[in-house]
């Protein structure tokens, strides 16, 4: 219980409600004198409270400084009306001491168990708030660990498929194991870079990507035809970082390669109704017979989205009629 304005009009209201009161019941004298006493009882106790609360530092030191508070208070008012009334508040109080002690402490006591009350809310209410903002932060901890350990675990992925190209081209095709290796530096380079930035758009998962793919192209060839069909416009949008590239690795892993003369890999992106799409498809081998498109990159994806967005984001695998397979992920926008 702490000192405020609010507070303290209330308290100026209510004890003049009770002279009104008194006055009306024909107790005490004139409405003037009433008010002064009122006022000085009230005030008196409400500066004991005060005294006590800000002495006490457990609700229950709080209500044991309130109980001597309230008398004592009461006591306390009853002298100051006799000072600042003089005669008058001493015949005041000869004729009405005890009725007006009593009277005091009656209301005394109620309104100092109101505003107790109040108080007692408030500070529940606060230590509410902050246990709810301890959890929070803990939770987004919690949330933010379990991303960095799934973003984790796509990197050593296809670094190790990577480097394993790498050590068949140093013997057969050094030239082009320098220059996946230049690629290979270059993608760790802006993956780095990217992963140390609060914030990620769709234009660096995009920029991102192309490196990958460089990456790839260098071990496929003229097997791998890479279409891009993202409009400008949504590069600037909000988008996890590396949440494409396992979409993208399973097409030219499990789609692309095994094709006999390989495929063309086709991402896209369009917003509509508050929502991102974003789709990779691909004209490889398609899904194996009874696949549901259930494997370690798309079970990150959907662990991702699932720890990001909950049920407003969504992954749909499914073969294409024409060949090969689609993915199509939708975020809010």
Known sequence: ???????????????TLIAAFLSTIGVGHAFAENLVVSQCIGLSIYAGCLAAFRWAATPRGN????????????????????????????????????????IGLLFGTAISALFYLRSRMDQLEAELRERQLREA??????????????????????????????????????????????????????????TREAESTLGD?????????????????????????????????????????PLVENAVTHGIEPK???????????????RLRLIVSDTGVGLREGGTGSGFGLENVRQRLAALFGAAASLDVRGNQTGGVIATLEIPA
């Open 137 to 194: 932060l803990a939770e987004q901890a919690r949330l933010d660990a379990q991303l960095r350990m799934l973003q984790a675990q796509i990197e050593p992925h296809f670094l190790f498929n990577t480097l394993a190209n790498l050590a068949v081209l140093v013997r057969s095709d050094p030239a082009r194991a320098e220059r996946l290796l230049a690629d290979l530096i270059a993608w760790l380079r802006a993956t780095l870079a990217r």
């Open 260 to 274: 006999l003369g390989g495929g063309e890999l086709r991402i896209a992106a369009a917003e509509e109704n508050g």
């Open 1 to 15: 219980m702490q000192f405020s304005f609010p507070q303290m009009f209330g308290i100026l209201a209510v004890n």
């Open 63 to 102: 209500a044991l400084g309130m109980t001597l508070a309230v008398p004592a208070g009461a006591t306390a008012g009853v002298g100051l009306s006799i000072l600042l009334l003089g005669s008058r508040g001493s015949e005041w109080v000869s004729a009405m001491a005890w009725q007006s002690l009593l």
């Open 205 to 245: 998962e995009i920029e991102l990507l192309r490196r990958y793919l460089d990456i790839l192209g260098l071990r496929f060839g003229e097997r791998l035809r890479v279409v891009f069909d993202v409009p400008e416009a949504l590069l600037a949008r909000p988008f996890p970082l590396l949440l494409l590239q």
